[in-house]
């Protein structure tokens, strides 16, 4: 074990951030920490590394282990460039190879012992640069770079001149070539293009150490993560497997819990409508069973009601009107930058109804390309056509659909004045802002926030053919589902440009991928594009047997197993209805039995009947046995009602 976290507990003012939070990172092993923004992620990870103090709790970091930590913000120097920042992680073997040099040019004027003395120094240096790795550190950095997205004309560039995204790229490379024991990384995959995520992704994969990721890129945690620790309203549960493991276990743990719920609750109602019924026979026994049922229901450990997470952001997606079939033409675009050409001879042509993802490098004018179609951006050359119908909803990964200056509340009534408060209120408490939430300005929400502005805003427009632009940056996991369902429930057209696999896989018709400035078409999701770009021409012949499956009728065990189960709920349903007659007809008769034990009653209580001796005799007989028998009945209905 290489890491143990012990009772981890936060809170910030009054409110409990993480609270008794336990778990441990093995030798080696890659683990990945999930939840939603503002679980409490990085605050752990704060601890962890010791930038933060934990209110309770002990973390503990093995004897003579060495840990190196990626915040989203990685810190560089910005007096160097970028090869002379990542070089200085391997001072010490820079500074060896300067003192082999300085062996080798002193050896060339000694003589004698003192040549001797050198050249057994000269011997002790250059093992130690080589056991240092210290021939390969050179070519490793330039791998690292270029892994990064890095050319080598950028190699000299200050780091001083660079975005906030590739600093963070640059603390990344220094990360990844100090190597340590154990690697933290939070948002690594956030300013990485697919290339530099899939590079990254096997270099970790290889990676000796232990390391503890931060994410909310889905395909990356299924790559990488062989753990992952969930973090739930500041409790911490750990599941085994990748990203794809948890999701499902999570889903059968929710399931679970909610069945088990249910099943209490219904066990609770009947409980309480047959302790109902047996007061209302109103007879000293079924009181007294009553009031013995009740006691056991008052102990009885009553289950939480599961969370349903989703259930309090909705996202429906209606287009106002139905398109023509033809949604758009595109023919010959071509778009170039300062004479930096981004793509030429661009033609692809969308349908009604089609899910289409663009994809490509970091810069090949992807985000140009969609401006273009939004007309947002002349083309160079070329043209296209809407199809007849088209409403375009546009969602600018930048937000400019958003006035920094309004509210939330001003956002949304401006544009859309026909709505009341009330329903502008419940759009955007749908989106997660309630109470005074609505009152904040845009300019003060955080980049997930007005993700989530600009999604609200998205629903009410009532487009058929949405052009999204990385709509699932800055957002959750959580939100991402939402949104995946949203679209997948989307009667409309969608034409997107995202990185995100995952939203890829489980959203795409069809990829398009910009490269060396064309469109490349690919029928299917991610997983489809990385099998056909990747294999051999000899793979691309149909499998062997791929229509065994139909004819050979693997498919009549499952219309067995059907078969059966409606059998099964036949049965059980004759059975319920069994029941049920059967309690009717007790309850009949106890009502019969009541109504004629009423009738002795008011007779043997009459003073006119007191003369009629015998007739009272026999009368109190009947009264006997039908007392005993309506208190049968009443224990025949109870075994009957468990």
Same mark, same amino acid.
């Given at each position: 074990?290489?890491?143990?976290?012990?009772?981890?507990?936060?809170?910030?003012?009054?409110?409990?951030?993480?609270?008794?939070?336990?778990?441990?990172?093995?030798?080696?092993?890659?683990?990945?920490?999930?939840?939603?923004?503002?679980?409490?992620?990085?605050?752990?990870?704060?601890?962890?590394?010791?930038?933060?103090?934990?209110?309770?709790?002990?973390?503990?970091?093995?004897?003579?282990?060495?840990?190196?930590?990626?915040?989203?913000?990685?810190?560089?120097?910005?007096?160097?460039?970028? %090869?002379?920042?990542?070089?200085?992680?391997?001072?010490?073997?820079?500074?060896?190879?300067?003192?082999?040099?300085?062996?080798?040019?002193?050896?060339?004027?000694?003589?004698?012992?003192?040549?001797?003395?050198?050249?057994?120094?000269?011997?002790?240096?250059?093992?130690?640069?080589?056991?240092?790795?210290?021939?390969?550190?050179?070519?490793?950095?330039?791998?690292?770079?270029?892994?990064?997205?890095?050319?080598?004309?950028?190699?000299?560039?200050?780091?001083?001149?660079?975005?906030?995204?590739?600093?963070?790229?640059?603390?990344?490379?220094?990360?990844?070539?100090? #190597?340590?024991?154990?690697?933290?990384?939070?948002?690594?995959?956030?300013?990485?293009?697919?290339?530099?995520?899939?590079?990254?992704?096997?270099?970790?994969?290889?990676?000796?150490?232990?390391?503890?990721?931060?994410?909310?890129?889905? %395909?990356?945690?299924?790559?990488?993560?062989?753990?992952?620790?969930?973090?739930?309203?500041?409790?911490?549960?750990?599941?085994?497997?990748?990203?794809?493991?948890?999701?499902?276990?999570?889903?059968?743990?929710?399931?679970?819990?909610?069945?088990?719920?249910?099943?209490?609750?219904?066990?609770?109602?009947?409980?309480?409508?047959?302790?109902?019924?047996?007061?209302?026979?109103?007879?000293? $026994?079924?009181? $007294?069973?009553?009031?013995?049922?009740?006691?056991?229901?008052?102990?009885?450990?009553?289950?939480?009601?599961?969370?349903?997470?989703?259930?309090?952001?909705?996202?429906?997606?209606?287009?106002?009107?139905?398109?023509?079939?033809?949604?758009?033409?595109?023919?010959?675009?071509?778009?170039?930058?300062?004479?930096?050409?981004?793509? *030429?001879?661009?033609?692809?042509?969308?349908?009604?109804?089609?899910?289409?993802?663009?994809?490509?490098?970091?810069?090949?004018?992807?985000?140009?390309?969609?401006?273009?179609?939004?007309?947002?951006?002349?083309?160079?050359?070329?043209?296209?056509?809407?199809?007849?119908?088209?409403?375009?909803? %546009?969602?600018?990964?930048?937000?400019?659909?958003?006035?920094?200056?309004?509210?939330?509340?001003?956002?949304?009534?401006?544009? %859309?004045?026909?709505?009341?408060?009330?329903?502008?209120?419940?759009?955007?408490?749908?989106?997660?802002?309630?109470?005074?939430?609505?009152?904040?300005?845009?300019?003060?929400?955080?980049?997930?926030?007005?993700?989530?502005?600009?999604?609200?805003?998205?629903?009410?427009?009532?487009?058929?053919?949405?052009?999204?632009? *990385?709509?699932?940056?800055?957002?959750?996991?959580?939100?991402?589902?939402?949104?995946?369902?949203?679209?997948?429930?989307?009667?409309?057209?969608?034409?997107?440009?995202?990185?995100?696999?995952?939203?890829?896989?489980?959203?795409?018709?069809?990829?398009?991928?910009?490269?060396?400035?064309?469109?490349?078409?690919?029928?299917?999701?991610?997983?489809?594009?990385?099998?056909?770009?990747?294999?051999?021409?000899?793979?691309?012949?149909?499998?062997?047997?791929?229509?065994?499956?139909?004819?050979?009728?693997?498919?009549?065990?499952?219309?067995?197993?059907?078969?059966?189960?409606?059998?099964?709920?036949?049965? *059980?349903?004759?059975?319920?209805?069994? #029941?049920?007659?059967?309690?009717?007809?007790?309850?009949?008769?106890?009502?019969?039995?009541?109504?004629?034990?009423?009738?002795?009653?008011?007779?043997?209580?009459?003073?006119?009947?007191?003369?009629?001796?015998?007739?009272?005799?026999?009368?109190?007989?009947?009264?006997?046995?039908?007392?005993?028998?309506?208190?049968?009945?009443?224990?025949?209905?109870?075994?009957?009602?468990?």
């Amino acid at each position: 074990m290489i890491l143990s976290c012990q009772g981890i507990s936060k809170a910030f003012s009054e409110t409990k951030v993480l609270e008794n939070v336990s778990f441990h990172i093995e030798d080696g092993e890659k683990a990945a920490i999930v939840g939603i923004n503002g679980a409490g992620k990085t605050t752990l990870l704060r601890i962890l590394v010791g930038q933060l103090q934990a209110d309770a709790g002990t973390v503990t970091l093995s004897r003579g282990r060495t840990l190196g930590y990626l915040a989203q913000d990685g810190a560089v120097d910005t007096a160097r460039t970028i %090869y002379e920042e990542l070089l200085s992680v391997k001072q010490n073997l820079v500074d060896l190879e300067e003192r082999i040099r300085a062996c080798e040019a002193a050896m060339q004027t000694q003589t004698g012992d003192a040549l001797d003395a050198l050249m057994r120094r000269y011997a002790d240096l250059t093992h130690a640069f080589e056991t240092g790795d210290g021939y390969a550190y050179r070519s490793e950095l330039v791998g690292v770079l270029k892994g990064l997205g890095f050319s080598e004309e950028d190699f000299g560039r200050s780091v001083s001149t660079l975005s906030g995204g590739q600093k963070t790229r640059v603390a990344l490379g220094k990360l990844l070539l100090q #190597k340590p024991d154990l690697i933290i990384l939070d948002e690594p995959t956030n300013h990485l293009d697919m290339r530099s995520i899939a590079w990254l992704e096997v270099w970790l994969a290889n990676y000796r150490g232990a390391v503890v990721i931060v994410s909310h890129d889905r %395909y990356f945690l299924d790559r990488i993560a062989a753990k992952v620790i969930e973090i739930d309203q500041t409790k911490a549960i750990t599941f085994s497997g990748n990203y794809s493991d948890y999701a499902a276990k999570k889903e059968q743990l929710r399931a679970a819990a909610l069945s088990a719920y249910m099943n209490q609750q219904r066990e609770i109602r009947h409980q309480e409508e047959v302790i109902d019924k047996l007061r209302s026979f109103n007879r000293e $026994k079924s009181i $007294k069973r009553a009031e013995s049922r009740e006691k056991m229901l008052e102990k009885t450990d009553r289950l939480e009601k599961p969370v349903e997470t989703k259930a309090d952001m909705k996202l429906t997606l209606t287009p106002r009107c139905q398109s023509g079939k033809d949604v758009l033409s595109v023919e010959g675009l071509a778009k170039s930058f300062d004479g930096n050409l981004l793509f *030429e001879n661009v033609a692809f042509e969308l349908k009604r109804g089609e899910h289409v993802a663009i994809i490509g490098d970091n810069g090949t004018g992807k985000t140009t390309l969609l401006r273009i179609l939004n007309r947002l951006l002349p083309p160079d050359a070329g043209r296209f056509r809407l199809g007849a119908n088209v409403e375009i909803g %546009y969602y600018d990964q930048e937000h400019h659909v958003l006035h920094s200056e309004k509210t939330l509340f001003e956002e949304i009534s401006d544009d %859309y004045p026909f709505l009341t408060n009330t329903q502008i209120r419940n759009v955007l408490a749908a989106f997660l802002f309630t109470g005074d939430d609505v009152f904040k300005r845009i300019s003060d929400l955080s980049g997930g926030e007005r993700g989530r502005v600009s999604l609200a805003k998205l629903m009410l427009g009532n487009a058929n053919f949405l052009i999204l632009d *990385e709509p699932t940056n800055h957002l959750d996991i959580l939100s991402k589902e939402i949104l995946e369902d949203a679209l997948n429930n989307y009667e409309g057209t969608v034409l997107y440009v995202s990185h995100d696999r995952y939203f890829i896989n489980r959203t795409a018709h069809r990829i398009l991928d910009l490269t060396a400035h064309r469109l490349v078409n690919y029928i299917g999701n991610y997983d489809y594009y990385l099998e056909k770009r990747e294999e051999e021409p000899e793979t691309l012949k149909p499998r062997s047997g791929s229509g065994a499956f139909a004819a050979s009728g693997v498919s009549r065990p499952a219309e067995t197993d059907s078969k059966q189960d409606w059998k099964a709920r036949k049965e *059980e349903q004759a059975k319920i209805r069994k #029941k049920e007659n059967d309690l009717k007809k007790c309850e009949e008769k106890i009502a019969a039995l009541e109504a004629k034990l009423k009738e002795l009653e008011t007779f043997l209580t009459d003073p006119a009947n007191g003369t009629q001796a015998a007739k009272l005799q026999e009368l109190a007989k009947q009264q006997a046995d039908t007392s005993a028998q309506l208190e049968a009945l009443y224990e025949e209905w109870e075994s009957m009602a468990q």
